[in-house]
């Protein structure tokens, strides 16, 4: 199992930046994509950001040239720099990462989505 640990979240002002990390431990074969997801009160979960492990980035049209995801495969981690925040960007932030736990799985292809327990981002002033 590959379990999912995010940080960085809290209460920010309009126009200000906050940083989320998410970092995977665990039984990890191998990891796919890695994104963020977010859910407001009383919406659907929506994709925020993502990044393979190799390729181009993708993000919501909503947070482009204000968000950049990144990852550091040595650590397992994938990073979210949000920038120019708006109150709509209120949210609970998810982390997910598609994975391999170990190479059995790996060789029937056979990837499983984790999700971290989400971190509350809170734009405000």
């Known amino acids: 199992q590959v379990q999912l640990v995010e940080s960085g979240g809290g209460l920010v002002q309009p126009g200000g930046s906050l940083r989320l990390s998410c970092a995977a431990s665990?039984?990890?074969?191998?990891?796919?994509?890695m994104g963020w997801y977010r859910q407001a009160p009383g919406k659907e979960r929506e994709l925020v950001a993502a990044i393979p492990s190799g390729g181009s980035t993708n993000y919501a049209d909503s947070v482009k040239g204000r968000f950049t995801i990144s990852r550091d495969n040595a650590k397992n981690t994938v990073y979210l720099q949000m920038s120019s925040l708006k109150p709509e960007d209120t949210a609970v932030y998810y982390c997910?990462?598609?994975?391999?736990?170990?190479?059995?799985?790996?060789?029937?292809?056979?990837?499983?989505?984790?999700w971290g327990q989400g971190t509350q981002v809170t734009v405000s002033s």
């Open positions: 997910n990462a598609n994975a391999y736990s170990r190479y059995v799985d790996y060789a029937w292809r056979r990837s499983v989505d984790y």
């Open positions: 665990g039984s990890i074969f191998r990891i796919n994509a």
